[in-house]
């Protein structure tokens, strides 16, 4: 693939999503598509949420008239991306349940694992099972998030950059190709998402990024050793795991579901020890880009892969530790978990 293609098509992407948002912002507000405060909503004021729509138009249009049909994985990453930007916009405009949600997601991923998209540990059926739940839950992992002004938005920008680097030096110019459009669809919307937010990429677009990034991960691991594998899966989605690590290890200790929504999430905590939300957006690209960096470390072959999975496992468990000693509940939730701790272990 021609070196200017890659910078040609992400230009064309960057543009169209920055020009996108201001007639899709437009419309829901006429439509009254917001985001209103309250609940366990964080923002102050009602946002339209229609900027993800943005993101998917600039990703997949150039995508497609770039690279056509001919990579079967690319093609069939693209069409259940979109399918399930769809679903996140249908649960944008109206309210789709979990269980409608989970059976279309998980469709969708088994589509994209027949098309040679898999996880490979055994060799067996086993491998498509374990794809299909991974590419679920960071799908949601990083739908979940989308929970600040700023944040996914800086988070995927870097890592797909990072990523679209990894695929082109690991030979799979394609799926570069596709990353780059995204890291420059994110950060034509990001202009407009920068605190403080004028739109929310909404469902659409945080599906879209989550389902893109995790098969992304995937494609590139198939075939690799245990350690490639684990780094791999992890780098690449490092913010998104670290978040729903904390979120559901603190959910459980308190008796909360893990499913529901809530301002417990690593933004949150960020937000209670005193930092402002431009700078944690900032904070979480800078994570993004250490991790990023020790993924294509290994693509590179600078760092064994073992030493790169241990690095980030690591920091991965340090900082659902840490972030495990901020207080985002209420002081009845921490005495009624606090009291179903027997005596003897307190």
């Known amino acids: ?176 190709l596709l990353l780059t459009l995204l890291a420059y669809a994110s950060l034509g919307f990001l202009l407009h998402n920068w605190p403080p937010a004028r739109i929310f990429m909404g469902d659409s677009g945080a599906l879209f990024i989550g389902f893109v990034l995790s098969c992304s991960a995937i494609v590139l691991v198939t075939g690799q050793d245990p350690g490639a594998m684990v780094s791999g899966l992890l780098l690449p989605t490092f913010i998104a795991t670290v978040d729903t690590g904390v979120v559901f290890i603190s959910r459980m200790r308190v008796g909360r579901s893990p499913l529901a929504g809530g301002t417990d999430h690593v933004s949150h905590r960020l937000r209670r020890v005193g930092f402002g939300t431009r700078v944690i957006a900032m904070m979480l690209g800078m994570i993004t880009a250490f991790a990023g960096a020790l993924c294509l470390a290994v693509a590179l072959k600078w760092i064994p892969a073992i030493a790169a999975a241990i690095t980030g496992g690591g920091t991965a468990l340090l900082l659902i530790i840490l972030l495990q000693g901020v207080s985002v509940y209420s002081p009845f939730l921490r005495s009624k978990a606090h009291s179903r701790i027997p005596e003897r272990l307190r």
């Open 1 to 176: 693939m021609n070196g200017t293609i890659p910078l040609v098509a992400g230009a064309a992407a960057f543009l169209l999503s920055a020009a996108a948002i201001v007639p899709l912002r437009r419309l829901a507000l006429r439509w009254d598509l917001t985001d209103r405060p309250g609940g366990n909503k964080a923002h102050a004021r009602p946002t339209p949420y229609l900027g993800g729509v943005a993101i998917v138009l600039a990703t997949v249009v150039p995508a497609t008239a770039v690279l056509g049909l001919a990579d079967r994985r690319i093609t069939a990453i693209l069409l259940a991306a979109t399918a399930i930007a769809l679903l996140g916009l249908i649960d944008d405009i109206g309210s789709l349940s979990m269980f409608t949600r989970l059976a279309v997601e998980t469709a969708t991923a088994s589509g994209v694992v027949f098309s040679g998209v898999q996880i490979t540990l055994t060799g067996g059926w086993v491998d498509g099972a374990v794809t299909v739940v991974w590419i679920v839950v960071m799908t949601n992992s990083f739908n979940l998030l989308d929970n600040m002004d700023g944040t996914l938005g800086a988070v995927t920008t870097v890592a797909a950059a990072f990523l679209a680097g990894t695929a082109f030096v690991s030979a799979q110019p394609a799926l570069g």
